[in-house]
Each structure stands twice: as C-alpha cells, then as structure tokens.
T-cell receptor, first 114, second 111 residues
Framework: DGGITQSPKYLFRKEGQNVTLSCEQN?????MYWYRQDPGQGLRLIYY???????QKGDIAEGYSVSREKKESFPLTVTSAQKNPTAFYLC?????????????FGQGTRLTVV | GQNIDQPTEMTATEGAIVQINCTYQ??????LFWYQQHAGEAPTFLSY????GLEEKGRFSSFLSRSKGYSYLLLKELQMKDSASYLC????????????FGGGTRLMVKP
C-alpha cells in the first residue's frame, strides 16, 4: 500500500543534542512538507520541497534543517539552536500538480526534550 | 501576510448539525481544504473547494465564497466519533502550492 511513513513515533532528546526525524513516502509525490504542531494549535510550516535537491523555508525554519537527496525521503533535523523543540511533528506530501491535490500526512513524531 | 481564522472550540449534541466557519485573507488563493484530526493522530482529508458553492459528501458538506474569503464545514447527524479538531487550510499558488493552516476548531460532541 502507498503511504507516508514517519519514524520514530516518539523521540526524546537531551538539551543541546541534534536529532533527525525520518519521513519516507512511496506515493511518487513531488512535494514534501514538514509541519510543527503545539498542543491545541494548528500546523505551522517549517520547510517544504517541491523537487529533489531543492527546498524552501516555511514560517518557522529557525533551528531546523532538511535535505532532499531522494524523491522519497525528506528528513528533518532539529538542531540545538531550536530553543523550544518539544512538539508534534508532521510530514506531508502532495503530487505538486494543479487540481485537487490534498496533502497526505504521516502519523507524526512526538519529540520531547528531557 | 496570511491569516486564517476559526473558532477555537465548539460543542454540539449527538444527532444535531454543526457549522464550523473559517475566514481567510491570503494571496495566491488556489483552493481550500478541510481536515479532521483526532488527538495525537495525523490529519485526514475531508473536503476540497476551489470554486464558489457547496460540496457535499455524505454527512459532511463544505462551502466556499472566494469574494468573502469565507468557508464553512457542515456536519450533519453528529456522532460521538466526530469529536475531533477540524482544520481549515488554504493552498497558495505563489508559495509552491503549500497549505497554510488555521489554528483548528476543537469540536466536542455530547450525548
């Protein structure tokens, strides 16, 4: 079955550490996105990528980095520069073509700083 | 800038009808989506509007007025399992067709 997979589901990080969240899709989608969600809040865009080897900052990119070396993969690194990283992180993908192209979401990674 | 507003919380009774409103101000409008999100889970797609009017899909309908920057999601015959957050999202063609989300409306369905 086609889908989008995030791992791990839960992640604990010590202060000062970098951590990388995985996102893989086998939907052959061109565009991929990372969102952050805080409790009781909507989704805020961190980074997005429309094609391989290209990505753009979203609204809250500071303290995060991404890469897009393969169409299927869009990992997110939460660096020590991100002052408040505890949140629910959602990866999404779309076909990137006009028309009704809804975003498909992974199941999310809940990151906690300990 | 982009601005998408929804009520924070709503409460309704099982079997009733509820309307969740969404207003937006954005450039490059290229469609409006509604998603449902249960606590701790990923959002799931409910509906899409790009032209003015009503789209009906079973118990759920969504309406769009582009001139007013306004949409609503209508849920009929409410069930307890409809208790969730409902997210309004606008797609912008001047920003890689990415989705910008509102803060979400938490709906509680009571017996």
């Amino acid at each position: 079955d086609g889908g989008i997979t995030q791992s791990p589901k839960y992640l604990f990080r010590k202060e000062g550490q970098n951590v990388t969240l995985s996102c893989e899709q086998n939907l052959n989608h061109d565009a991929m996105y990372w969102y952050r969600q805080d409790p009781g809040q909507g989704l805020r865009l961190i980074y997005y990528s429309q094609i391989v080897n290209d990505f753009q900052k979203g609204d809250i990119a500071e303290g995060y980095s991404v890469s897009r070396e393969k169409k299927e993969s869009f990992p997110l690194t939460v660096t020590s520069a991100q002052k408040n990283p505890t949140a629910f992180y959602l990866c999404a993908s779309t076909k990137g073509t006009p028309g009704r192209t809804e975003a498909f979401f992974g199941q999310g990674t809940r990151l906690t700083v300990v | 800038g982009q601005n998408i507003d929804q009520p924070t919380e709503m409460t309704a009774t099982e079997g009733a009808i509820v309307q969740i409103n969404c207003t937006y101000q954005t450039s490059g409008f290229n469609g409006l989506f509604w998603y449902q999100q249960h606590a701790g889970e990923a959002p799931t797609f409910l509906s899409y509007n790009v032209l003015d009017g009503l789209e009906e899909k079973g118990r759920f309908s969504s309406f769009l007025s582009r001139s007013k920057g306004y949409s609503y999601l209508l849920l009929k015959e409410l069930q307890m399992k409809d208790s969730a957050s409902y997210l309004c999202a606008v797609r912008r063609n001047n920003a890689g067709n990415m989705l910008t989300f509102g803060g979400g409306t938490r709906l509680m369905v009571k017996p």
